[in-house]
C-alpha cells in the first residue's frame, strides 16, 4: 500500500499536518483497480475511491493511451446503472475529464440525456453541464429545447447550470446561444442570486459586439432589478465599461449616479467594486474620488484582513495619479505599517510613500527600519521603487534616504531585490547631482561584499563613468583594485577597464593606474591580462585606435555601434581570406531573433524575406545578395533598411502575399513575396499593380513580373519607385495582384496551354517616417548623449491629448520614430505620473540620432510631452520634431 504524504499546511491556517492519500500512486495500478467497474455488484464507495486516483491523475499531467482512454470510457458509463447519489457525480466528473471522441459521446448520450430528463435536480443539473461539455453543434440542436427549458427553471441549480454552459457554448455554438436571448433575460429577474449572475454574464457576452445593445442593457437594469450581489459587481463592471467606451467627461457622465449609489450598498464587495470603478474612471475629479476613498478609509480599520487588503491596494493605485485625495487617509494607514499581513504592511508603507510630504521623510525612514527585515524580496523590491519615487520627488531628502538604500544593501537578500537597489542608487546619482559622492561611496561598500557577479560589473562599469568626474577620485581606486586581487575573472576584468577609464580622465592618477595595471599582467587570466596588456598600451601612446586623446577616450568609454548578437554572427560567417573583417560590414539593426528563426504564422515561406515576421526589421545578406543580382537596381547605391514583411492577405487565402520595404537613399523598392495555396492552378506573368495616387512624392521607374508561380513554390515580383533625396517621402500604396491563371491536370501535373487573366485584390501598404530609421541601441546613452555636439539640440514639448496612461504614449511615439528604446526605458512603471524615456537610431544616410523624452500626465488623463533630440546633424534633428508634430 502506498505511504501517505505528509504535507505542511499553509502557515497563514495552523501549523498542524495533513496526509495526502495519493502519494506513489502508479496509472498502471489505478487501471487495473478500475475492473471494479464491471462486477456485477457494484461497490459505490469503491468506485468512488477508483474514479478519484483517475482524476488525480489526469490532473497531475498523466496522460492516457487512446486504448486506455477508450477502456476507462466505456467502463465508466456501466455506472451508471447505479442508483447511488455520490457515485453519479463521481460519474459525471469522469465523463467531463476524458472528454471522449464523437463516436463515444453518442453511447454515453443517451443515458445523459435521460438524466436530463430526471425528477432528481442533482442530475438534471450535472448532466447538462456534462452534455454541453462534450457534444458538438449537431447534437446541441437535438437538446436546445431542453437547454432553453432549464435556464428558466425553479430550481436555481439547475437553471444555473443551463446558464453557465451558455457561456461555454457561446465560444463554439454562439448563433445557437443567441436564440436563447429571451429566456436569459427572465433568468436575469431572478431571485436566485447565482442565477441572476450566471445570467447577467451570459447575456453581456451575448451583446458584448453591440455597444448600443450594452448601453441599454445596463441602462435598464442600474434602476434597481438586480439585488445579488455578485450580479451588482458585474453590473458595475459594465457600467464602467459603457461611461469609457462614451468618452464622456466630469460629472455629466451617464450611469455615475449609479455607481456612487453603490457606495452605500450593504454588500462589501459591492461597494468595493463601485469604489475601484470611480478610481479607475478617466478624468474622475477630486469630488467625484471624495465618496469612494471615505468608503474605503473606513475598511482600512476593518477586522477583515480581505477589507484592508482591497482598500488599502485601491488607495495605492490611486495614490499615483491624485496623491492629495489620499492624504487623510495617512493616519489610517500608518496603523498598517504593523498589520500583521505584510502584503498589507507593504501596500500601506508605499501609499504613503507616494502621499508623504517633505516633513513626513524622516519619520517613515525610521518606521521601514524594522519593517523590511520581516518580508519578503517581493515586498521589499516595491518598497525601494517606492523610496525611488519619493527621494526624485524631494530631492533635498536624499541623504537620508540613500542612507535607507544603503544600509538595506548590506542586508540579505535575492538578485532581484539587491539589483533593485543598486539600480535606484544609480537613477538618483544621475538624477540628483548632491547625490553623486554618497552613493558613489555606498555603492563601493557594498562592492566589498558583493555576491553577485553582474552587479559587480554593473558598478564597476558605472564607477568607471562617473568616479573620475567627482572631486577626489582618488579615494575609489582602493576599492576598484580589491576587485582584481578578490574576485572572480569576469569581475577582474571588469576592474582593469574601470581602472583604464580613471587613467585616461584623470592625469594625475595616470602614474598610479600604470603601476596597478602592470602588477595586472601576471593574472591567471587571459581576459585580464589582455586588458591590461592593451590598456597599458594605449595610456603610455605605444598604440593607437585614433589621431587624438578624444579618439582614446572614445574607444574606452564609447558604445559598441553594433549589437553584440550581430558582431557574433557575422564572425562566426567570417572565412579567413586575404580580406580583413570588416566591422562596417556588420548589421546594425537590433534584430529580435535570427531571421531563419522567424516563421510566418499559417503561411508558406516566400522567398528569402519568408522567415520574417517580427516586428523588428534588418539588412540581411539574403536581401543585399537578391536585390543586387537584378540588373534594374543595380545603380540604386547601398541597401540602408529592409522592413519586416507587411502581410497583404488574410490567413489560409487562395493566394498568400507579403510585402517587404527596401529604402535607398533615393528609392523604395517594394518585394511582392507570392505563394500560390491552390494545387490545382498555375499562375504566369505575376504582377503587383501598384496605385501610387495617395503617394504623391513617389514615381515608378521599374516593375519585374514573376514568369510562373506553381503550387506551393514561393516566388517574388518587385516594383521600384524613385523618391527625392533627403526627403523623409511618405504615402499610401493600393495593390493588385494581376495574372494569368491555368489549370493543372491533377494526375500528370501538367498545365493547360490556354489561360484566363484574372486579378485578386490586396490590402493597401503605407511607407512611413519610421520606415527611414534604424533601430540601433547605445550601451551608455548619457555618455553617447555628451558626447554629442550641444548645438545639435532641438528642444520642443508637445500636448499628446487623453491617453489611457504614459504607457501607452510612450508606445505611440517609439513607433512613429521607430527609434530603438535604451535600458528598458520603454517600460513605463504602473501608475506612473512621470516618466522618461531613451531612443537611440540611425537616420537614412547614417546619422546618428538619440532622443530624450519626457512624459507627464495630468488627473484628467491629459499626456504632455517634452521632446529633446541630438544627432549628428542638425537639420535631422529638426527632421524628427517634424515627424514628431506630424504624427
Known sequence: MAQPLVVKKDDDLDEEEYYSPFLGIEKGAVLQEARVFHDPQLDARRCCQVITKLLYLLNQGDTFTKVEATEVFFATTKLFQSKDAGLRRMVYLMIKELSPSADEVIIVTSSLMKDMNSKTDMYRANA??????????????????????????????????????????????PEVVKRWSN???????????LVQFHALALLHQIR???????????????????????????????????????????????????????????AEMVILEAARAITELNGVTSRELTPAITVLQLFLSSSKPVLRFAAVRTLNKVASTHPLAVTNCNIDMESLISDQNRSIATLAITTLLKTGNESSVDRLMKQMTNFMSDIADEFKIVVVEAIRSLCLKFPLKYRSLMNFLSNILREEGGFEYKKAIVDSIIILIRDIPDAKESGLFHLCEFIEDCEFTYLS???????????????????????????????????????VSTLAKFG?????LKPRIFVLLRRCLFDGDDEVRDRATLYLKLLGGEATVGETEKDVNEFLFGSLDVPLVNLETSLRNYEPSDVPFDISSVSRETKSQPLAEKKSTGKKPTGPASAVSGPVSTVDASYEKLLSSIPEFADFGKLFKSSSPVELTEAETEYSVNVVKHIYDGHVVLQYNCTNTIPEQLLEQVVVFVDASEADEFLEVVSKPLESLPYDSPGQTFVAFEKPEGVIATGKFSNILKFIVKEVDPS?????????????????????????????????????WESMDPESERVDEYGLGVREGLAEAVSAVISILGMQPCEGTDVVPSNSRSHTCLLSGVFIGNVKVLVRLSFGITSSKEVAMKLAVRSDDPEISDKIHEIVANG
Open 183 to 193: 429566456e436569459v433575460q427572465e433568468a436575469v429577474q431572478s431571485r436566485a442570486a
Open 128 to 173: 447538462i453541464r456534462v452534455l454541453c461539455r462534450i457534444i458538438d453543434s449537431t447534437l446541441l440542436t437535438q437538446i436546445e429545447r431542453y437547454l432553453k427549458q432549464a435556464i428558466v427553471d425553479k430550481n436555481p441549480v439547475v437553471a444555473s447550470a443551463a446558464l453557465v454552459s451558455g457561456i461555454y457554448l457561446l465560444q463554439t455554438s
Open 208 to 266: 458584448q459586439n453591440d455597444r448600443l445593445a450594452v448601453s441599454k442593457l445596463v441602462t435598464s437594469l442600474t434602476r434597481g432589478s438586480v439585488r445579488s450581489p455578485l450580479a451588482q459587481c458585474l453590473l458595475i463592471r459594465y457600467t464602467s465599461q459603457v461611461i469609457r467606451e462614451s468618452g464622456n467627461q466630469g460629472g455629466d457622465r451617464p450611469f455615475f449616479d449609479f455607481l456612487e449609489s453603490c457606495l452605500r450598498n450593504k
Open 457 to 495: 560589473t554593473q558598478i564597476l562599469h558605472f564607477l568607471g563613468n562617473e568616479g573620475p568626474k567627482t572631486s577626489d577620485p582618488s579615494k575609489y581606486i582602493r576599492y576598484i583594485y580589491n576587485r582584481v586581487i578578490l574576485e572572480n575573472a569576469t569581475v577582474r576584468a571588469s576592474a
Open 748 to 784: 500528370t501535373g501538367e498545365a493547360e496551354d490556354d489561360g484566363v487573366e484574372d486579378e485578386y485584390q490586396l490590402e493597401d501598404l503605407e511607407i512611413v517616417s519610421a520606415d527611414y530609421m534604424l533601430k540601433v541601441g547605445v550601451s551608455n546613452f548619457r555618455n553617447a
Open 504 to 508: 585616461a580622465l584623470v592625469d594625475s
